[in-house]
Nanobody
Framework: VQLQASGGGLVQPGGSLRLSCAAS????????IGWYRQAPGNQRELVAS???????VYADSVKGRFTISRDNAENTLFLQMNSLKPGDTAVYYC?????????WGQGTQVTVSS
């Protein structure tokens, strides 16, 4: 499975961005798919994930602001990010887990700054 993330950019505090992750194959068979992020000097952390049955997990820091969704027909994962804060600045990575393997996409930079 190859994952291609897009949609990052520069946004002002309080603004919104929508990240997309296109998969090379069907995501319907991926047990769990989601987004991690890594800020300079920090460890990579889970932002949000969604299971093949639609169950979602969010980091406490993004609950109520971010929404993860998947379009199985288009083999695409989304992350709608609202009310962005400077602390959300990081490289965001698309991630998938299935059959005991982790799959990573390249990162997309999100910068929240005035």
């Amino acid at each position: 499975v190859q994952l291609q993330a897009s949609g990052g950019g520069l946004v002002q505090p309080g603004g919104s961005l929508r990240l997309s992750c296109a998969a090379s194959g069907s995501i319907i068979y991926i047990n769990r798919i989601g987004w991690y992020r890594q800020a300079p000097g920090n460890q990579r952390e889970l932002v949000a994930s969604i299971s093949s049955t639609g169950g979602t997990v969010y980091a406490d820091s993004v609950k109520g602001r971010f929404t993860i969704s998947r379009d199985n027909a288009e083999n695409t994962l989304f992350l709608q990010m609202n009310s962005l804060k400077p602390g959300d600045t990081a490289v965001y990575y698309c991630w998938g887990y299935t059959n005991g393997r982790n799959y990573w996409g390249q990162g997309t930079q999100v910068t929240v700054s005035s």
